[in-house]
């Protein structure tokens, strides 16, 4: 990150201090703008403005407001916050506010981008028709991931979301990947890293990282420094690029802290009224742009007290397309959701896509239905007892998050698992899926191959006699 550190105005009388915000007053200053806080002690910090009340500005201090004076220097810089975009970052880890954490070379003379610009015109976007293939087979079955699509992962904690997020990072059909941590302690970090240095995707990923140690408006910048990479990529690069966030509710918490320190009123649970508002701009960045590439954005949304009606979950429901929720260790087949999968289910996947995942789930469903009435003893049918096994063999070949598997591979696994419990007529399926996909059974192959005979004995003609007329 740079700046212009020419000053427009200087001033040296901070009105008051509070937490990590400072106000004073100032005229020709705008929303967003950068400055530069000098300490009486000559240490320095950038700030940013995030409120106007007629001249007295609010602004936000990286480094905190521990040990600021009041006879401290801002200079406002008259330009709002930037991140540098280039190849040069990939593979590269930057904290929040820009600077590199990882150790490697500056990047300081590298091109820069704005953060935080507005959403794209709707006429440049394109209806989502593709399908980002993560290998997990309960979002490529049953819930795709779409290109272009925003999607959260609701969980709580001790759910292993981060486990989730890092294995759809590293096995999705992406060009470019790009990760935002949002008050990650230090393990959570070394595991997201480690996972995408090991699985040889850390070339091809920027990675966005506020711990929870760092200054709380770092936390704030973070998605919006990442999104305005994603977006530089897939517009200036033609990149299929994959945004993974985590965690949201770190960062309206963020927010939630900062309104209160700025004396705002509350509005639901202590958050601020414009939560949905924040929450939006953010996710609306995901784009499949006209004659270019995409932005997908993945985030984590943990529920405090696994209560969905949290404002943060329910507020994100209303703006994303649906949401994978992990709920005992696995993504719930029933809570789960993705609203655009019907524009690639049986499109750019197999014919059989659809018809297997309605079956699948049905089946699943009546599963469970079949082991609530074994546990309360009550008597079972030979169809009941299909459906256990078929339960059994769902849970292990499909519910696990850890397994990995291709869309191909998966539905090839559903039909032999259908076979192995059900009988064809049992299905309820189109029969010609059901004759093209159904594995054959033992003495099965060799009665396909007699009525062939048959077919092809009655469909030919008798040979014409001599002298007959055609």
């Given at each position: ?6 000053p427009l105005v200087?001033?040296?009388r901070?009105q008051?201090?509070v937490g990590?915000?400072i106000?004073l007053?100032?005229k020709?200053v705008?929303?967003?703008d950068?400055a530069?806080?000098?300490?009486t002690?000559?240490e320095?910090?950038?700030?940013r403005?995030?409120g ?21 220097t801002?200079k ?15 593979g590269r ?16 003379s590298?091109?820069h981008?704005?953060?935080g ?7 440049m976007?394109v209806?989502p ?6 290998r997990?087979p ?9 290109e272009?699509?925003k999607i ?5 904690a ?5 486990e989730?997020l890092?294995?759809?990072g ?15 302690i230090f393990d959570?970090?070394h595991?997201f ?17 506020n ?6 408006v ?9 999104l305005?990479v994603a977006e530089k990529f897939?517009v200036?690069?033609?990149?299929r690029?994959?945004?993974?966030l ?5 960062y309206?918490d963020?927010?939630k802290e900062?309104?209160?320190a700025q ?5 639901v649970r202590?958050?601020?009224g414009?939560?949905y508002t924040?929450l ?9 742009f006209?004659?270019a590439g995409?932005v997908?954005?993945l985030?984590?949304?943990t529920?405090?007290g696994?209560d ?8 994100t429901?209303y703006?994303t397309?649906?949401q ?8 719930d087949?029933?809570g789960s959701?993705?609203?655009l999968k019907?524009?690639v ?7 059989d896509?659809s ?9 699943y469903s009546e599963a469970?239905e ?6 309360m003893a009550f ?14 063999l ?6 696990d ?9 998966a539905?090839?696994?559903?039909w032999q698992t259908?076979?192995?419990?059900f009988e064809?007529n049992?299905l309820?399926m189109?029969q010609?899926l059901i ?8 003495g099965?192959?060799?009665?396909a ?5 048959i077919?092809q004995e ?5 040979p014409?006699s001599?002298g007959?007329s055609?």
């Open positions: 990150m740079t700046f212009d550190l020419q200087r001033h040296t901070i008051e201090i990590d915000v106000r007053r100032a020709g705008a929303l967003g950068m530069e806080v000098e300490n002690d000559g320095s910090s950038l700030a403005v995030i106007l009340e007629r001249d007295v500005v609010s602004l936000q201090v990286f480094a905190g407001g521990k040990g600021l004076s009041t006879n401290a801002v406002f810089l008259g330009r709002s916050l930037d991140v540098v975009y280039s190849p040069n970052i990939l880890i930057f904290r929040g506010s820009g600077t590199p954490l990882d150790g490697g070379p500056d990047l300081t590298d091109p981008v704005k953060v610009g507005p959403t794209v015109n709707p006429v976007r209806m028709t593709k399908m980002i293939e993560t997990v309960m979002i490529d079955l049953f819930n795709c991931l779409v272009s699509q959260p992962i609701f969980s709580v001790g759910e292993p979301h981060g989730l890092a294995r759809i590293f096995q999705a059909d992406a060009d470019v990947l790009v990760f935002g941590g949002l008050g990650l959570d970090y595991f890293r480690t996972a995408f240095e090991e699985h040889g995707v850390f070339g091809r990923t920027v990675m966005f990282v711990q929870a140690s760092d200054p709380l770092e936390r704030l910048l973070v998605p919006d420094m990442a305005a897939a200036e690069e033609n990149k690029v994959l945004v993974l985590t965690d949201m509710t770190a309206a963020a927010m900062i309104g209160v004396e705002r009123i509350p509005a202590g958050y601020m414009d939560l924040q939006a701009q953010r996710y609306e960045k995901a784009c499949d006209k004659g995409s997908t954005i985030t984590v949304t529920m405090p696994d969905v009606t949290h404002p943060v979950p329910d507020n429901g703006i397309e649906g994978f929720y992990l709920h005992g260790g696995i993504i087949p029933f959701l993705s609203r019907q524009h289910i049986g499109k750019s996947t197999r014919e896509h018809q297997v995942m309605n079956t699948m789930i049905r089946f469970v079949a082991q609530r009435k074994q546990a008597e079972l049918s030979p169809f009941d007892h299909k459906l256990l096994k078929y339960g059994d769902f849970r292990k070949r499909f519910l998050i850890r397994v990995s598997m291709g869309v191909i591979e539905l090839d696994l559903c259908l076979g192995e419990c064809p049992e309820l189109k010609h004759d093209k996909y159904f594995p054959n059974r033992p099965q192959t060799e009665r191959d007699e009525s062939d005979e077919e009655v469909a030919e003609p008798p014409a001599e007959s055609p």
